[in-house]
């Protein structure tokens, strides 16, 4: 790789080293060796390992949150965008949603971008179920349940394998839809 990294390569191999090895992995040197440059390059784009962290903070928002929402957003009319969120959802970066979390068990900032990411989610979520046809008190509390299967989820050891996942879903799915 060459020394003409931006602050996004900077930030993926940020995302993947948290993902893979916690937050305590997110350092320039270890960083500059693994995408082979120097770290030159890393505090060319970021003034510290702390505006390196808030960068990878709001990079997982937009990977974690904004990208999915998007992605559910422009697929709708073609199926169920709660049934599109839930595959989403539960279906991929579960190793990243972990290491988020603990890092916000350490630290102030991320736990404060985990509170502001559980808020998106959720009033996302909430905002699916009233379009379905729920009230406003029913589509918030079944929006909080759905979160919290979630966020259970990702925090578990015991992955499902894919058939059984499938059939969780559909079951979340058909408790909390009308």
Do not use: C
Request: no cysteine; charged share 20%.
């Amino acid at each position: 790789m060459t020394d003409q990294l931006s602050a996004k390569d900077w930030l993926d191999q940020g995302l993947k080293a948290l993902a893979a090895r916690g937050f305590t992995a997110l350092k320039a040197e270890p960083l500059a060796k693994a995408l082979g440059v120097s770290r030159g390059s890393f505090y060319w784009h970021f003034a510290d390992v702390d505006a390196f962290h808030a960068a990878i903070l709001k990079h997982w928002r937009e990977v974690a949150a904004e990208r999915i929402i998007a992605n559910v957003e422009a697929a709708s009319g073609s199926e169920d965008p709660v049934a599109l969120l839930l595959r989403q959802a539960f279906g991929g970066g579960l190793a990243l949603e972990k290491a988020v979390r603990t890092w916000a068990a350490h630290d102030p900032a991320a736990r404060n971008a985990v509170q502001a990411i559980d808020r998106r989610r959720l009033s996302y979520v909430e905002s699916l179920l009233r379009a379905s046809g729920l009230s406003p008190g029913i589509a918030r509390a079944r929006a909080q349940l759905l979160y919290w299967a979630f966020v259970g989820f990702a925090l578990s050891d015991h992955p499902l394998p894919r058939a059984r996942q499938a059939a969780v879903l559909a079951e979340l799915l058909r408790i909390a839809t009308p």
